[in-house]
């Protein structure tokens, strides 16, 4: 069964940090480009971070400098490292493969408080 499992959110004071994980399962996780999107209340889902297979990283220009993502291969688990952490960076967190072809999982909720 093809499976993407996101974990680490929670609620933090703004400035804090957050290291989100999602472990896939079912399919050949190394295989993939990965990307991490997120939605906050009221909005269109957003593309927050992008791993190619080889590693080189892309992100949305209001989270650079600030998360970072990365994978490891053997673990089959694709990470978020997010720092400074803003109230508009709330919302729910999800991980799938890029282009998306995976079924969603249910995302982890990221909670900013100012």
């Known amino acids: 069964e093809v499976q993407l499992q996101a974990s680490g959110g929670g609620l933090v004071q703004s400035g804090g940090s957050l290291k989100l994980s999602c472990t896939a399962s079912?399919?050949?996780?190394?295989?993939?480009?990965m990307t991490w999107v997120r939605q906050a209340p009221g909005k269109q889902r957003e593309l927050v971070a992008h791993i190619t297979r080889g590693g080189q990283r892309n992100y949305v220009d209001s989270v650079k400098g600030r998360f970072t993502i990365s994978r490891d291969n053997v673990k089959n688990t694709v990470y978020l490292q997010m720092n400074s952490l803003k109230p508009e960076d709330t919302g729910v967190y999800y991980c799938?493969?890029?282009?998306?072809?995976?079924?969603w999982s249910q995302g982890t909720l990221v909670t900013v408080s100012s």
């Open positions: 799938n493969t890029s282009p998306p072809e995976k079924p």
């Open positions: 079912g399919f050949a996780f190394g295989n993939y480009d």
